[in-house]
């Protein structure tokens, strides 16, 4: 086959043309929307990620075009690779429905749901998969799984209670830092992912698997308490970095940066690895240039409390009485 | 008397050692092959053997064995999974005890059919014993010529290496298998690629049981068209039958296929019936993973035939009426035993094993366990039943290696059939601690008067 050939592939009845080699994941993300499938442990740029966490599994109705057969089971769309003619099927097949839900409540039945204390609250993927995924209430009756919390060296902390397993910080410090210290331990619902013996971490990238965790398993101890996401504001800013690309967005409060992540994009993967200095030590607004304001989803938490767009109707400008009863969000918008 | 191809000398005083074993007509297999069949020509005989993998899956082995990619300059493997860890299954243990040099020609013959130079045996970790066996056995078979540079003036080289496993059961899965031969942790790998394309160090990789192996050598001593004589239809040869349970005679049986399921356990040749003359309740025909089955199921099919040991006759009537031959772990339940217990043991042991790479089964099998521990111990209440059910669902199909079908399996099939029991312990949860429920309908009454 030559290199520039594409493969034809429906998704839910929308056609899409591929290169090869892609997943059925990414061919879904080329056509975007709600037939995505949903992700917690596959991260394009993370080598190997994927195929654990199972929420992604989706119906292969037509294996291709040389051999029509279906897939016998649901497979997970982040590691099946296409084949020309294949049909898919994600959110129009009741049994990948079934069968994700399935997956939502086993994620969340050892998951504490301590959302209220979670600094992930707002930005967490778990949030959201079991928001748009999830039944309302838990048939689970029995104690959670709980470990202590442990500390990755002075700036990371792991609440292991909290993770869903995706492995992603494992890829991370595999493939990004040069020691290869941190791993899982154990097996089963007693797995945990650990360092050997509380070992810290001591190299410049190792804040990244703050930035790949889904969840609050995995977070930054200079932001820890500090603030809930949706009262801050994202604004991206780029420095001359030697040791990474030095994209970031700075997360401000009033004047002050309360902390520093990658840059990431609709499906929560950071454009560009950074590194701990310009995470952790870089928190001037002088150390950075800035560039404005960071896009978010208008359907995230993070993006509800930003007045700033606040546009007045013109009939509110003309209608004093309208005014008074709108002097509140008026005051509110030029404070923020 | 049925005819017995691998069992046969088991009894002969030290037919463990090189000498006996060479005496009793061993290595001639070995030494067919290599002087004078081509390695296409011993595919060609297993494949026409009609050979299943023996380890649970019954997979054809000679097909298995012509799927493997051949690129030019890339070394291939063999690997023997002696990972044998399923609860109720003891046969591969037996026959490595006993008559290691089976397994070790069986390598040679099969290593030679895959152009394999380097193979290797991975036995499970507790098996210590065995793995001594198997290396005297190998320095005993390197001092005869059949293993190393050379064998047998033929050109053609084997090393044969012993590894200990890593401890756990899913190192039996075989990609978890080869994750831990090259020294990483036991994770099952996500298929494809399959083992026969990329396999161990990346390399076309053939994983297949002891028993499988095994099987090869009188396969080609007898040849293979004599061989698929041997038992009924597809489910050639014979079968290894580790019985265990309240039997008066359990152990291991070398089987032809097709021998009825009742003979086996009634007759004096194999288990010779239940102890303390007490009825049939139930039986697990194939180790743990596979449903469990009421007597009168597992003794005549859905459509009142008789129930066979074979591949196919077992799986009659799906899984709403059958189960699996599996790796062999015949387990059988006298009126005393209580199903749900049993459940929950064998739920106890996915959940111990259970690797925790994907979600469903790493949560579900805990989830499953501690509703049959509460169900178990009176205190359960009756929509646990169906939310067993529906759990064993939700994992069953959706895991990335069949450990979690093996996981859901035990226990929706013991529900499907045994529902009025669960149904007792939720009614009766005091009762339930001081005696069990019995036998119930399950049994079927024509059986005990034979």
Redesign the interface.
């Known amino acids: 086959m030559a290199d520039n050939e594409k493969l034809k592939v429906s998704i839910d009845g929308i056609q899409v043309e591929v290169a090869p080699g892609t997943t059925i994941l990414n061919a879904a993300r080329q056509i975007g929307g709600d037939i995505v499938p949903p992700a917690m442990c596959y991260y394009s740029k993370l080598q190997g990620s994927?195929?654990?966490?199972?929420?992604c599994?989706v119906k292969v109705s037509k294996g291709s075009e040389k051999d029509p057969r279906p897939m016998p089971?649901?497979v997970?769309s982040c590691?099946t690779t296409v084949m020309d003619g294949m049909e898919v099927q994600n959110i129009t097949s009741n049994e990948v429905l079934e069968?994700r839900k399935?997956?939502v409540?086993?994620?969340l039945?050892?998951h504490p749901l301590d959302c209220p204390i979670c600094d992930q609250a707002g930005e967490c993927h778990l949030q959201d998969l079991g928001f748009e995924h999830g039944a309302a209430a838990t048939?689970?009756e029995?104690e959670r799984r709980t470990f202590e919390r442990i500390d990755i060296g002075d700036k990371i902390q792991l609440h292991m209670t909290r993770c869903?397993?995706c492995?992603r910080c494992v890829f991370v410090a595999d493939q990004l830092t040069d020691k290869r210290v941190h791993?899982?331990l154990?097996?089963?619902?007693?797995?945990e992912i650990s360092t050997y013996i509380e070992k810290a971490i001591d190299n410049n990238f190792s804040g990244n698997v703050i930035d790949v965790c889904p969840v609050g398993a995995l977070t930054d101890k200079t932001f820890r308490f500090k603030n809930r996401v949706w009262f801050t504001k994202p604004v991206d800013a780029h420095r001359d970095c030697p040791d990474c690309a030095g994209k970031v967005t700075l997360w401000y409060k009033g004047e002050e940066v309360l902390r520093v992540t990658a840059r990431k994009d609709q499906y929560g993967e950071v454009e560009a690895f950074i590194c701990n200095t310009c995470r952790f030590d870089k928190k001037q607004t002088s150390d950075w240039v800035i560039e404005g304001p960071r896009k978010v989803a208008h359907t995230s938490v993070i993006s509800a409390n930003h007045y700033e767009t606040l546009k007045p109707l013109p009939v509110v400008k003309e209608n004093p009485k309208l005014q008074e009863a709108n002097k509140y969000q008026f005051e509110r918008s030029v404070r923020l | 008397m049925a005819r017995k191809l691998l069992l046969e000398h088991v009894h002969i005083p030290g037919i463990n050692t090189f000498e006996v074993y060479r005496q009793k007509g061993g290595y001639r297999a070995a030494e067919k092959a290599l002087r004078t069949l081509s390695p296409e020509d011993v595919v060609e005989e297993v494949k026409k053997s009609g050979l299943r993998g023996r380890g649970g899956a019954g997979f054809p082995t000679g097909m298995k064995w012509s799927f493997l990619a051949k690129p030019e300059g890339v070394p291939r493997y063999l690997v023997c999974n002696a990972d044998e860890s399923e609860p109720g299954t003891f046969k591969d243990r037996y026959l490595m005890t006993h008559i290691p040099h089976a397994l070790i020609e069986g390598m040679i013959v099969a290593s030679y059919a895959l152009g394999a130079n380097t193979s290797y045996i991975y036995v499970r970790g507790e098996m210590m014993p065995q793995i001594r066996i198997l290396e005297r056995a190998i320095e005993e078979a390197k001092a005869a010529g059949f293993l190393g540079t050379n064998i047998l003036g033929s050109g053609y080289n084997l090393e044969l290496y012993v590894q200990p496993g890593g401890g756990?059961y899913?190192c039996g899965e075989e990609t978890a298998l080869l994750e831990s031969l090259e020294g990483k942790?036991g994770n099952p790998r996500?298929k494809p690629p399959f083992p026969a394309v990329a396999g161990l160090y990346n390399c076309p990789t053939v994983v297949n049981n002891v028993e499988s192996i095994a099987a090869t050598v009188p396969v080609l001593n007898i040849g293979g068209e004599e061989y698929a004589k041997i038992g009924i239809e597809r489910s050639t040869g014979t079968k290894l039958i580790s019985a265990s349970g309240n039997i008066n005679k359990p152990g291991v049986y070398e089987i032809e296929l097709g021998l009825p399921v009742e003979e086996f356990i009634y007759s004096d040749e194999y288990c010779g019936g239940i102890t303390k003359g007490k009825r049939l309740k139930a039986v697990v025909a194939g180790g743990s993973s596979v449903p469990i089955l009421p007597a009168n199921l597992i003794l005549k099919t859905a459509k009142g035939d008789n129930r066979l040991m074979t591949y196919e006759s077992l799986a009659d009537g799906g899984f709403a009426s059958g189960t699996m031959l599996g790796s062999g772990g015949f387990i059988v339940f006298d009126e005393d035993q209580c199903i749900v217990r049993n459940t929950w043991n064998f739920a106890r042991f996915y959940?111990?094993?259970?690797?925790?790479?994907?979600?469903?089964c790493?949560?579900?099998?805990?989830?499953m366990e501690?509703v049959l521990h509460r169900l178990e111990h009176g205190h359960g209440k009756m929509s646990d039943i169906d939310?067993l059910v529906d759990?064993s669902?939700?994992?069953e199909?959706?895991?990335?290696c069949p450990l979690g079908d093996a996981a859901a399996w035990p226990v929706a099939s013991a529900i499907r059939h045994f529902r009025d029991e669960f149904e007792w312990h939720v009614t009766h949860g005091e009762e339930a601690q001081i005696r069990n429920f019995g036998l119930a309908h399950y049994a079927d009454p024509l059986t005990v008067e034979s």
């Open positions: 994927g195929g654990k966490c199972r929420t599994l089971k649901l997970a590691r069968a399935g997956v409540e086993m994620l039945i050892n048939r689970y029995f869903i397993l492995y791993g899982v154990g097996r089963g619902d007693a797995a | 756990a899913i942790r996500i959940h111990h094993e259970s690797c925790g790479q994907c979600s469903p790493r949560e579900g099998t805990g989830w501690k939310l759990v669902k939700k994992i199909g959706n895991t990335i």
